[in-house]
């Protein structure tokens, strides 16, 4: 078996390994369903040679097929978001200097012209699977394997290069951290162009023999139904599902909603992140199904590098302690070591979980590492052993009058409002603190909320400093595929 191989995937395995929208497959069926597209993309060649191989493939066994056909043949993958428009695709096509992309069908329309304009071959899994093809090759696991994109929150997005190696030390470390087993069975609605729905889900499901129910988007009633069946045995969702899913129970009957969270409550992991999941709806969920989300910090650069504990406390509004083949150490604004608690830094790490480079971006690259650390941009605090995430140093950490301000805990205060549903905090410039904190807030329906009355409420529950000077109601906050919030696009 080459390096690269999952080792449950494999002739012979019978076990069921994926259902989608179409039936369910063995490991067996979508091994050889691989094989075959690994080899028709080789063609007559040995070996792809790093060649970048985009797809736009929603979640489905075709997704898997792509995936690691391309990988198997010595290719680099470059999975694309669904939604991503034109525009976009543009901007990820010509980064990573793709050559062919596959794609259902039915998309080829909107695609042929941008794929002709940029010598892109667009093809079908099918068109692939039908070509003849040689023998699979061989090769180190230090080639590189996956191109993912950053979400370009403050800035063009970036392509990040993983390498196999890097791919499986991210599975590898997650699969005993969190207790992965072949009895396992999840759902995965998260955006496959994304490493948490990539190796937290899909990859580490796979390595371990487990069962992926794929769904091209989340439908509340189809999970519920799901979950009260006891289908799944492990979830793993960002923030505001949660929350859509406490307000979907809200809505229900009580006993409907009791047997959901009974369902949950009966589940062996329930996982946050992408995102700081606010205190509140960690306690809520608590509340309704018993499960102590297990929260973790994680990124395109470096997968998964710190996680609450699978067995021993987990901390609402904290991320936890460095992951096994994991170094972290957190680095002051002189980059000299933080050495004791409570005092913020940067999140800096080392460990075969990291990335290789930004594809064709050598300053960017050499810009992200000081002295053989990432520099991850994310600020946090060592409390009682755990991390405490503040925010993104040039986004969520306001330098106001002296002080430096989490928006992240600001935002955690006021989700604690009983007519706030929604908040972002932001810095906005200001002659006399330098910056001033300012919060984009959404309400609740049937609510009203202005200035003077949060200032009021804000009074008893945060230092005066970290009161928002200004507000700005929203029907909704701008987000990307995985739930963050853009925050450069927010203007007052």
């Not at 929603?58 to 290719?75: E, K």
């Not at 929150?153 to 072949?182: F, M």
């Not at 999840?186 to 994304?194: A, D, G, R």
């Not at 000077?469 to 853009?486: C, E, F, Y």
């Amino acid at each position: 078996m080459n390096e690269q191989a999952f080792p449950s995937i494999t002739q012979g395995n019978n076990k069921v390994a994926l259902y989608d929208a179409s039936g369910s497959y063995t490991y067996d069926q979508i091994n050889s369903r691989i094989d075959i597209f690994a080899k028709g993309l080789i063609g007559v060649e040995q070996d792809l040679r790093e060649e970048r191989v985009a797809f736009l493939i929603g979640a489905s066994l075709d997704y898997v097929t792509a995936l690691h056909g391309v990988w198997r043949a010595g290719g680099i993958a470059v999975p694309l978001n669904v939604s991503s428009s034109t525009i976009e695709l543009d901007h990820y096509l010509r980064n990573a200097g793709v050559t062919r992309m596959v794609a259902p069908a039915e998309n080829h329309g909107k695609l042929s012209k941008l794929c002709s304009k940029l010598n892109v071959s667009l093809l079908t899994v099918d068109d692939v699977l039908s070509q003849p093809g040689s023998a699979l090759p061989n090769f180190s696991s230090k080639r590189s394997a996956m191109i993912l994109f950053t979400s370009g929150t403050t800035n063009k997005p970036k392509g990040v290069v993983i390498t196999h190696k890097a791919i499986r030390a991210q599975i590898l470390t997650l699969l005993d951290a969190w207790r992965w087993s072949d009895k396992d069975v999840i759902p995965l609605f998260l955006p496959l162009h994304h490493i948490h729905g990539i190796i937290n889900v899909l990859s580490c499901a796979l390595w371990s023999g487990a069962t992926v129910h794929l769904l091209p988007k989340l439908d509340m009633n189809t999970i519920c139904s799901k979950v009260i069946e006891d289908s799944y045995s492990v979830f793993m969702a960002v923030p505001t599902i949660y929350v859509k899913l406490i307000d979907h129970l809200a809505a229900l009957n009580s006993s409907q909603a009791q047997a959901i969270c009974d369902g949950f409550r009966r589940m062996r992991l329930n996982v946050s992140g992408s995102a700081a999941c606010p205190v509140n709806v960690f306690d809520k969920w608590q509340g309704l199904t018993g499960q102590i989300l297990l929260e973790r910090y994680g990124m395109t650069e470096v997968g998964m590098g710190i996680s609450n504990p699978y067995e021993g406390k987990r901390r609402a509004g904290y991320v936890g302690q460095p992951l096994p083949g994991v170094t972290v150490q957190l680095f002051d604004e002189e980059d000299n070591r933080v050495t004791h608690e409570s005092v913020p830094g940067e999140i800096r790490m080392q460990g075969d979980n990291l990335f290789k480079e930004y594809w064709n971006n050598p300053r960017a690259t050499e810009e992200a590492f000081k002295d053989g650390w990432f520099c991850s941009g994310d600020i946090a605090v060592i409390e009682d052993g755990y991390l405490r995430i503040m925010g993104r140093s040039s986004i969520d950490i306001i330098k106001s009058g002296g002080y430096k301000l989490s928006a992240l805990e600001i935002e955690g205060v006021l989700l604690t409002h009983e007519a706030i549903s929604e908040a972002a905090v932001i810095g906005v410039a200001d002659d006399t603190w330098g910056e001033a904190v300012a919060a984009f807030l959404c309400l609740r329906p049937g609510t009203q909320l202005d200035y003077s009355e949060l200032k009021d409420w804000c009074s008893n529950r945060m230092s005066a400093y970290k009161i928002p000077k200004q507000i700005k109601i929203l029907d909704s906050l701008p987000r990307n595929a995985m739930g963050k919030v853009t925050k450069p696009s927010l203007k007052l």
